[in-house]
T-cell receptor, first 112, second 113 residues
Framework: DAKTTQPPSMDCAEGRAANLPCNHS???????VYWYRQIHSQGPQYIIH?????ETNEMASLIITEDRKSSTLILPHATLRDTAVYYC?????????????WGLGTSLAVNP | EPEVTQTPSHQVTQMGQEVILRCVPI?????FYWYRQILGQKVEFLVS????????KSEIFDDQFSVERPDGSNFTLKIRSTKLEDSAMYFC???????????FGPGTRLLVL
């Protein structure tokens, strides 16, 4: 089962920041938080990931709480093309194996 | 930017037939994964593959499924005798290292009639 919970849907106005929350209260100390998005039924697109520190790249920022039980993905200036399903994933590490356990994600609608 | 590619993009087959889905990983990537997504449902892990052997497989990945890297470039998923419930999008993902990000291909939409 997924180790994350997300709201099923959110709306955001074009040009505004989109803040997508994620709870992962059972995360272990060495497990990373990953964010992907999926536009229609295309292949999942990697956005960002982090362990403890906040992270930023050209697509988004990731804010992780100090206790690591939740995080927020921030799209600073949402565009219509950011309309997608956003997945917050805790990567499960078991021995030499690394697998992504997906939930249902948040369907983000960016409105004009 | 390097990409994972998958062929075919769409496949329609009759129940009981064999299908082979192909993936070309990003160059120098050594870790390979298959996931599937039934319409309207979650993305599900199927199998991970490294050094020419399966590292881990899910309960979904039964004896009807197999993976191989036949020629050092393509990474394939074979379904020996397809069932109606195998209809789904199948995504290949690859990473350069066990700890690195998994990058996904565009998927193959499989429809079993």
């Amino acid at each position: 089962d997924a180790k994350t919970t997300q709201p099923p849907s959110m709306d955001c106005a074009e040009g505004r920041a989109a803040n997508l929350p994620c709870n992962h209260s059972t995360i272990s100390g060495n497990e990373y938080v990953y964010w992907y998005r999926q536009i229609h039924s295309q292949g999942p697109q990697y956005i960002i990931h982090g362990l403890k520190n906040n992270e930023t790249n050209e697509m988004a920022s990731l804010i992780i709480t100090e206790d690591r039980k939740s995080s927020t993905l921030i799209l600073p200036h949402a565009t219509l093309r950011d309309t997608a399903v956003y997945y917050c994933i805790v990567r499960v590490d078991a021995g030499n194996n690394r697998k992504l356990i997906w939930g249902l994600g948040t369907s983000l609608a960016v409105n004009p | 930017e390097p990409e994972v590619t998958q062929t075919p993009s769409h496949q329609v087959t009759q129940m009981g037939q064999e299908v082979i889905l192909r993936c070309v990983p990003i160059s120098n990537h050594l870790y390979f994964y298959w996931y599937r997504q039934i319409l309207g449902q979650k993305v599900e892990f199927l199998v991970s593959f490294y050094n020419n052997e399966i590292s881990e497989k899910s309960e979904i990945f039964d004896d009807q499924f197999s993976v191989e890297r036949p020629d050092g470039s393509n990474f394939t998923l074979k379904i020996r005798s397809t069932k109606l419930e195998d209809s789904a999008m199948y995504f290949c993902a690859t990473s350069g290292d066990r700890e690195e990000t998994q990058y996904f291909g565009p998927g193959t939409r499989l429809l079993v009639l």
